[in-house]
């Protein structure tokens, strides 16, 4: 039997879980499977899963964690330039 994950359903899992490291960590790649419909005796799936996620999601999570940092960065930096024009009351 094959079934078709969906991305955002797989992310969304493995955030309610911790993130990418705590569900490595905590080896919950098993209740991962679980939760997307794969019966618990599946042989292998949470492996599966851990080698797939990391290969094709895991790299889409760093560059959307690295944009939305960037974006505060920008928004902390562009804050406190604004402070500092208005302290000093540069024209």
């Known amino acids: 039997m094959k079934f078709h994950v969906v991305c955002a359903v797989w992310t969304q ?3 309610e879980e911790g993130g990418y490291d705590a569900v490595c960590g905590e080896r919950k790649w098993s209740k991962i499977a679980e939760r997307l419909g794969y019966g618990l005796n599946s042989k292998g799936i949470g492996g599966a899963l851990q080698q797939h996620y990391k290969r094709v ?3 889409f999570d760093v560059f959307n964690q690295s944009k939305s940092t960037d974006a505060k960065l ?3 930096t562009t804050i406190v330039g604004l402070s500092l024009f208005l302290e000093t009351g540069i024209n």
Do not use: G, I, K, S
């Open 74 to 76: 920008v928004r902390d």
């Open 57 to 59: 999601l895991y790299p």
């Open 13 to 15: 899992a493995v955030e």
